[in-house]
């Protein structure tokens, strides 16, 4: 209804594992947060083609080498889980992150995709996360350590980038096995410090990857400039304007949360997509609102998500020259038209449109 025909399905996190696997039933047995709190692959298969049949297609993340705890806590295969004070080892707690220096995570991973792209039904785009890594994390295993000084490094920030780049190319190579190598199926990362300008270019290649801009859109803090001149197609999110979890309290801490202040949706509507991108707007694939799950539950998101995400469709799609007043109006009109009638499609009477609001918002 608004226009916005992807679902980025960030489906597990060092909080939670909820995905059901079938050659590795023990990770949401012991990672979930209740036995019935799961997704098994008959659930995921259910959400997918309702999104189809409404045009809407889904990406699934499964986030790596970070972003993992839950789950794994017999496994061996992670890094300072649990680790406290959480400040020193992660972002928010708790802690944990794949030891990329064992071969048998390796054969896990190449199984849990090969299980993922059956069961979200072969998506085209497949997110592997990425998202903030910490180099202190992987420093308190003294396997990590021996690894990394038996290949003659050292143990510094640029040597975890090595670390880090060792990871992606042997588990980009798990992704390519595990959708039988087709070459137009590229995963999405996000910016990080591996796709900084003066680094990027030793781990990753515009062949492989979209890169996921959650930076900033504009400055000298925004990835998007050096990504696209470096030829990458990016994806852009920028937290400074497209995440609506900002602007609510702090979950680990006190006052407002890190991305503060809240965004409204002219804020979002102005957002300007083609002057971030200059002559090099055909390597936008699109963009994204970004709703993270720590303040947020059932409760609260849908008025988390409306009218602002609608903001983002008409941005997307007819990118006007004419600012916010202009569609002050015709959002206000679709506000009244979601609360009216929730976010179902299904549930469209085009006769109220017609007799109440002359047509159908965007129709």
């Given at each position: 209804m608004t226009k916005l025909n992807v679902f980025h399905w960030h489906i597990t996190d060092s909080q939670s594992f909820a995905l059901v696997f079938y050659a590795h039933p023990e990770l949401s047995q012991k990672g979930a947060y209740a036995p019935h709190k799961v997704y098994h692959a008959s659930d995921i298969k259910e959400i997918v083609e309702y999104g189809r049949v409404r045009g809407v297609r889904i990406i699934p993340?499964?986030?790596a080498p970070a972003h993992v705890g839950e789950g794994f806590q017999n496994t061996n295969l992670v890094t300072?889980?649990?680790?406290?004070?959480?400040?020193?080892?992660?972002?928010?707690?708790?802690?944990?992150?794949?030891?990329?220096?064992?071969?048998?995570?390796?054969?896990l991973l190449y199984e849990m995709y090969s299980e993922m792209d059956e069961m979200f039904g072969y998506p085209h785009q497949f997110h592997m996360g990425g998202d903030e890594v910490h180099a202190s994390c992987w420093n308190t295993s003294s396997d990590v350590r021996e690894f990394m000084i038996d290949r003659g490094w050292d143990l510094t920030e640029s040597d975890y980038l090595k670390l880090w780049g060792y990871f992606q190319d042997r588990n980009l190579n798990n992704y390519r096995y595990a959708t039988d190598n087709d070459p137009d199926r590229k995963p999405i990362l996000w910016t990080s410090t591996l796709t900084e300008e003066d680094v990027i270019d030793e781990y990753l290649s515009p062949d492989d990857y979209i890169i996921q801009v959650w930076t900033t859109g504009r400055g000298s803090s925004s990835h998007i400039p050096h990504l696209l001149e470096k030829g990458y197609d990016v994806i852009i999110s920028n937290y400074d304007v497209l995440y609506l979890d900002c602007g609510f309290g702090n979950w680990v801490g006190s006052g407002n949360n890190w991305c503060g202040p809240y965004k409204p949706w002219h804020t979002i509507y102005e957002n300007d997509f083609r002057g971030m991108a200059g002559n090099r707007t055909s390597q936008v694939l699109g963009g994204e609102v970004c709703s993270w799950s720590e303040p947020t539950d059932e409760g609260t998101l849908d008025s988390r998500l409306w009218p602002r995400a609608s903001a983002l469709g008409e941005r997307l799609w007819a990118d006007p020259e004419t600012g916010f007043r202009g569609a002050e109006f015709r959002i206000l009109l679709h506000r009244e038209f979601l609360v009216q009638y929730g976010v179902q499609a299904e549930s469209i009477q085009p006769e109220w449109c017609v007799q109440n609001l002359g047509g159908c918002p965007y129709s």
């Amino acid at each position: 209804m608004t226009k916005l025909n992807v679902f980025h399905w960030h489906i597990t996190d060092s909080q939670s594992f909820a995905l059901v696997f079938y050659a590795h039933p023990e990770l949401s047995q012991k990672g979930a947060y209740a036995p019935h709190k799961v997704y098994h692959a008959s659930d995921i298969k259910e959400i997918v083609e309702y999104g189809r049949v409404r045009g809407v297609r889904i990406i699934p993340e499964l986030d790596a080498p970070a972003h993992v705890g839950e789950g794994f806590q017999n496994t061996n295969l992670v890094t300072c889980l649990h680790g406290q004070p959480w400040r020193s080892y992660c972002s928010g707690p708790p802690c944990g992150q794949f030891d990329v220096t064992k071969p048998e995570l390796y054969e896990l991973l190449y199984e849990m995709y090969s299980e993922m792209d059956e069961m979200f039904g072969y998506p085209h785009q497949f997110h592997m996360g990425g998202d903030e890594v910490h180099a202190s994390c992987w420093n308190t295993s003294s396997d990590v350590r021996e690894f990394m000084i038996d290949r003659g490094w050292d143990l510094t920030e640029s040597d975890y980038l090595k670390l880090w780049g060792y990871f992606q190319d042997r588990n980009l190579n798990n992704y390519r096995y595990a959708t039988d190598n087709d070459p137009d199926r590229k995963p999405i990362l996000w910016t990080s410090t591996l796709t900084e300008e003066d680094v990027i270019d030793e781990y990753l290649s515009p062949d492989d990857y979209i890169i996921q801009v959650w930076t900033t859109g504009r400055g000298s803090s925004s990835h998007i400039p050096h990504l696209l001149e470096k030829g990458y197609d990016v994806i852009i999110s920028n937290y400074d304007v497209l995440y609506l979890d900002c602007g609510f309290g702090n979950w680990v801490g006190s006052g407002n949360n890190w991305c503060g202040p809240y965004k409204p949706w002219h804020t979002i509507y102005e957002n300007d997509f083609r002057g971030m991108a200059g002559n090099r707007t055909s390597q936008v694939l699109g963009g994204e609102v970004c709703s993270w799950s720590e303040p947020t539950d059932e409760g609260t998101l849908d008025s988390r998500l409306w009218p602002r995400a609608s903001a983002l469709g008409e941005r997307l799609w007819a990118d006007p020259e004419t600012g916010f007043r202009g569609a002050e109006f015709r959002i206000l009109l679709h506000r009244e038209f979601l609360v009216q009638y929730g976010v179902q499609a299904e549930s469209i009477q085009p006769e109220w449109c017609v007799q109440n609001l002359g047509g159908c918002p965007y129709s």
